[in-house]
């Protein structure tokens, strides 16, 4: 399967984005899916993950409460609507699949079997 991420940009502190994940190869209804980043000089981390269905959704801490991962499996698309966004959730974004049995979203990279190519967004203060 192919991940092509999108939606990335230059926001001001407090502003909005929507980034946007297509998928081609294979129907993503099969696939846990989720969104890392990975700011300049740091690990990648987890940000939002979602189950097959997106009845359940996952969320790290820091981005809990302003950020909203969904899916349209109609159109084989993962979405993270990003609200209130601070300078320090400038990263590039990635998105990722994991084709594994595993129902609820891993917060792990190891555990994701295709990634995007990542978008950049860039929060200014």
């Known amino acids: 399967v192919q991940l092509q991420a999108s939606g990335g940009g230059l926001v001001q502190a407090g502003g909005s984005l929507r980034l946007s994940c297509a998928a081609s190869?294979?129907?993503?209804?099969?696939?846990?899916m989720a969104w890392f980043r990975q700011a300049p000089g740091k690990e990648r981390e987890f940000a939002a993950g979602i189950t097959r269905s997106g009845k359940s959704r996952l969320y790290s801490d820091s981005v809990e409460g302003r950020f909203t991962i969904s899916r349209d499996n109609d159109v084989n698309t993962v979405y993270l609507r990003m609200n209130s966004l601070r300078p320090e959730d400038t990263a590039v974004y990635y998105c990722?699949?994991?084709?594994?049995?595993?129902?609820?979203?891993?917060?792990?990279?190891?555990?994701?079997?295709?990634w995007g190519q990542g978008t950049q967004v860039t929060v200014s203060s």
């Open positions: 990722a699949a994991d084709l594994s049995p595993r129902y609820t979203p891993s917060t792990r990279t190891i555990h994701y079997d295709y």
């Open positions: 190869g294979r129907a993503v209804d099969n696939y846990v």
